[in-house]
Structure formats: C-alpha cells, structure tokens
C-alpha cells in the first residue's frame, strides 16, 4: 500500500502544499514527502488522518534509507549519531495508523524512513510536549464533524541554518493542520523554535539548561512566507484570520487551552 496523500481526503479538496524548490516526490501509505535533495530533508510532509478508524499499533520498525532516493540526498544515521539529536518523526508514527490491522502496522512502519526525520534537540519540556500533541488536539476539535483531518509539516529550510555533519540543522519547524469546519474547510498553524538548544559551534549539540523549545500560533501566511511553500487556499481558511490576528503576529503558547481553533 503505497498511495500518498489523498487531497480529496477532507470534505473540500486540500491539494497537496508545494515548495518553490525542485524536490523528490515520495508516496508512503497515507502520507507523502517533498523532499529537498540539496538541503537533504523534506521541505513538505502531507499525511490524512482518520480519527474514526485509529489503531493503537504496537511499535514497530527501524529507522533506514529510502532505496528510491540516493543515499547522499537523504540525512541517514551519520547525523544523529554520538550527539544530543532525536530523529523527530515529521509525520507522526500513529497518524498514518488507521484502518485495518495491517493497513495500520504498514503505515506506521513506514513513518521510519530517514525522508520523514529531521534532527531535534533531545531535551523534552512542556512547550515540545504540546508541539507533539498538536494533531491530537486538533483531531478532538474536529471530533464534531467527521473526525478527520489533513496535517503538514516539515523544517523551515532557511538558509542561515547551522551546519552540521554535511547538512544545515533546522532551527525552526512548522505545521499546518487543515479539516472541514461546520462552516467550509478550517486550517490553523504553528512553528516550533529549538534556537536556543542548539549549538554546532563545538561539533555538538547543547542540551538543556541552554533554552527552551518554543511553540507559536502563526497566521499560515506567515508559514508561506518563511517557508516558501505554497498553501493555496488554507490561508484563507485560517482561523487566525477569522479572529483577526494580523500578518506578524505569533501567539506564544505554554498548553493546549492557548491554542485558537
């Protein structure tokens, strides 16, 4: 079951977002990956989740190369290794995670492709803890009308990223969650900062008490913007917009109930 992104997943259709650069198509059971071959990580990941149909799927599967993609276009184990980096799940492993037991179990296993990871500082505090559960909150919110939803997300590739062992490591990353509001499709985004976690000056990646992770709400125009990706008419739909948060302005947020939806 290799499928991709469905863009006619939602009640209205969500094409699939798209960067300005060249990049690699990859379909992987339910979700998809644009990735950048020159910066080496996906400048796009689209998954669709089916809140009705979840399956808590033990876990499994181990971290590998794409065999699709060239070994130097991707960032393998080299990265991560001896360091404080997490290989962060883009598309989370148990969003794919629906349907039938197999269906389930090939999706999530799936998500353990290098084309889906992107280096995190390991340390862990609140503010990543609400990033991680993001789709889960919105999924609740969607809970009234067909409990489904559309989630992309993927590093900022900017370029005054630090190197590092070959690549650049992000220092910011983004997420736009999409579903069908009572009133027409509804969309929200979000930015998660770890500037201040990490440190390549050394050769090494710093670790608590250096900072903090950071988790903004951000107007997805602001998320086209610093990203380069085109999200068509999810900027329209956000519900930032509809309260009247202005182009620049990032909520900052330490818990769930700060989350506008």
């Known amino acids: 079951m290799t499928d991709g992104y469905d863009s006619e997943f939602l009640a209205t259709s969500v094409p699939l977002p798209r960067p300005r650069d060249v990049v690699r198509d990859l379909a992987y059971p339910r979700f998809s990956v644009l990735l950048d071959p020159a910066r080496r990580f996906a400048a796009v990941t689209a998954v669709n989740i089916d809140g009705a149909q979840l399956r808590e799927v033990p876990r499994s599967g181990d971290w590998r190369l794409d065999s699709r993609v060239d070994a130097d276009e991707q960032a393998g184990p080299d990265v991560y290794s001896h360091n404080d980096l997490d290989r962060g799940h883009l598309v989370r492993r148990r969003d794919p995670g629906w349907g039938t037991a197999d269906e389930a179990r090939d999706a999530t296993e799936a998500t353990f492709f290098y084309t889906n990871a992107a280096p995190q500082a390991a340390g862990f505090n609140q503010s990543k803890e609400l990033w991680l559960g993001l789709e889960d909150h919105v999924l609740a919110y969607a809970e009234a009308t067909d409990q489904r939803v559309s989630v992309f997300t993927a590093p900022v590739l900017a370029d005054d990223d630090p190197p590092y062992r ?32 990490v440190d390549t000056s050394q050769g090494v990646l710093a670790v608590p008490p250096l900072g903090a992770f950071r988790t903004f709400q951000v107007p997805i125009g602001d998320v086209a913007e610093i990203t380069g990706v085109d999200f068509g008419a999810l900027a329209e739909a956000d519900v930032l917009s509809a309260r009247g948060v202005r182009p620049g302005d990032w909520r900052v947020m330490d818990a769930a109930a700060d989350i506008v939806l």
């Open 166 to 197: 070959g690549v650049r490591v992000p220092l910011r990353f983004w997420k736009v969650a999409a579903w069908q509001g009572s009133a027409g499709p509804a969309a929200a985004g979000f930015v998660l900062d770890q500037t201040e976690l």
